[in-house]
């Protein structure tokens, strides 16, 4: 008998805990089943067909926006939009595209569902941002709804709660910063006529003639060309120039500007820009312009981009010609000779026959750039080297260039200047040896 009860036990113990893991597992069926029904009855499906949001987007005017940064308006004033802050008299220019994107985000983002009165955090609801749009049509966004993709957000005007994307939250976040447009300048490259760069150290003019820009001050660089490829980059940066920020405060009462651009434009439209150093070395710049009513802050490096000296825009090429023109090339030295003529579309030289590289070399030639200059006499160091003839059609002459060489010259510079001219640049020696390669070995 004793071994009958022994033996009895594990069977009955087993069969209990049977009949517990059932209770348990139809007890979370109940649990479930209820909180689905639960749920059925809280979640009210957001109508298909309701106005949202109860203001058209195009006519919008005024946007109060309530985020983790305090309080700030978006305000449309003669078609542009505006950014009001607290403490601050004027309002700068806000980003059109950003506030219609938000606006545009609040029409297409309707709410994923309504809760009824019961459901939610209910009396708890705590407000983390807001938005109203024409003065009504509060809406309020509060935390997560526990989905991961929503939180909870409710109308002011309306009772209950709704869920809304998870997106809200980020979007009604943003600082002031983000809406603010921080572009200086507006201009466009094909209408500016006029150019005036002034500071302490330096000032200098420029104006367009015809197809080109060209100096008028200061006077040493009167007439000399501007390089085309140089401004025009130059003038797409300024016009694309933007602050980093808005600066705390204005400039010292009275105090002149340390640097000072004006842009004439067609149609009598004038811009600027007005520039004051910081007197901490550590520090941005302070900027107004003629498009913004305030003053803003400009790091270093956009500084030196904006201030460009005289003569990092002057076109230093000392050759300008017709390269389709050229139809002779002659290269004398010293009594040696080398002479080629183009044939159609290939170049010959008298007991040579066809050569190639000479396009290249003429090339290379319309690219020659000045380091500084001219002066007027050359050293007592420097000797005639190599001469240059260009001729076209008939023999019409197109450049008569002389090279030099000088011990006197940093390694990599000879000197070259038109023949029976009194100016002479340094330049770059390569293609000085590259023609000087071309003549004819010495006689022995």
């Known amino acids: 008998m004793r071994f009958l009860r022994e033996s009895l036990v594990p069977a009955e113990a087993g069969y209990i805990a049977m009949r517990i ?9 109940a649990v479930v089943a209820a909180g689905i029904v639960l ?24 946007v109060i926006l309530e985020g983790p940064s305090g309080v700030f308006e978006l305000l449309r004033q003669d078609g542009a ?80 709660l709704m869920v809304l994307s998870k997106d809200y939250a980020d979007v009604l976040g943003r600082l002031p910063a983000a809406y603010l447009d921080t572009r200086l ?28 820009f060209v100096f008028v001050k200061p006077d040493i660089l009167g007439s000399s060309r501007v390089q085309r490829e140089a401004m025009d980059l130059w003038l797409h940066e300024l016009g694309a120039l933007q602050a980093v920020s808005l600066a705390p405060m204005p400039p010292e009462q009275g105090r002149l500007p340390d640097l000072a651009l004006i842009l004439r434009q067609k149609g009598g439209r004038n811009s600027f820009l007005k520039l004051w150093r910081p007197l901490d070395d550590s520090k941005p710049w302070m900027v107004s312009s003629s498009r913004q009513d305030v003053f803003f802050l400009l790091d270093q490096e956009r500084v030196e981009k904006l201030n460009r000296n005289a003569f990092s825009l002057i076109d230093r090429r000392l050759v300008l010609v017709e390269l389709g023109q050229v139809r002779r ?25 066809e050569l190639t590289g000479i396009d290249m070399r ?59 001219e009194k100016a002479f640049h340094p330049v770059d020696s390569r293609l000085f040896m590259d023609l000087k390669g071309m003549l004819p070995p010495l006689a022995e």
């Open 329 to 353: 090339l002659e290269l004398t030295h010293a009594g040696r000779v080398f002479i080629a003529r183009r044939d159609g579309e290939n170049w010959r030289s008298e007991g040579a026959g």
């Open 21 to 29: 893991g059932a209770l348990v597992f139809f007890f979370l069926i």
């Open 81 to 160: 939009w505006r950014l009001r802050l607290p403490d601050r008299g004027v309002l700068p220019l806000a980003e059109s595209r950003k506030v219609e994107a938000l606006l545009e985000f609040l029409a297409l983002n309707k709410p994923i569902r309504r809760l009824s009165n019961s459901a939610g955090p209910g009396g708890g609801f705590q407000p983390r941002a807001a938005v109203t749009v024409e003065g009504r049509s509060r809406l309020e966004i509060g935390g997560d709804d526990g989905s991961g993709v929503g939180v909870f957000a409710r109308m002011a005007d309306k009772p209950g």
């Open 185 to 212: 300048m507006d201009l466009s490259v094909e209408d500016v006529l006029v150019i005036r760069m002034s500071s302490m150290h330096e000032g200098w003019e420029i104006q367009r003639k015809k197809e080109e």
């Open 362 to 420: 003429l090339w290379r030639l319309t690219d020659l750039q000045y380091e500084y200059g001219p002066v007027g006499a050359l050293p007592a160091s420097a000797e005639q080297a190599l001469r240059l003839v260009l001729k076209g059609e008939k023999g019409v002459p197109l450049l008569d260039l002389v090279f030099y060489t000088d011990s006197g010259l940093p390694g990599g510079q000879c000197w070259a200047g038109r023949y029976g």
């Open 39 to 62: 749920t059925r009855q809280a979640v009210i499906p957001a109508p298909q067909d309701e106005r949202w949001p109860e203001y058209s987007a195009a006519a919008a005017d005024r």
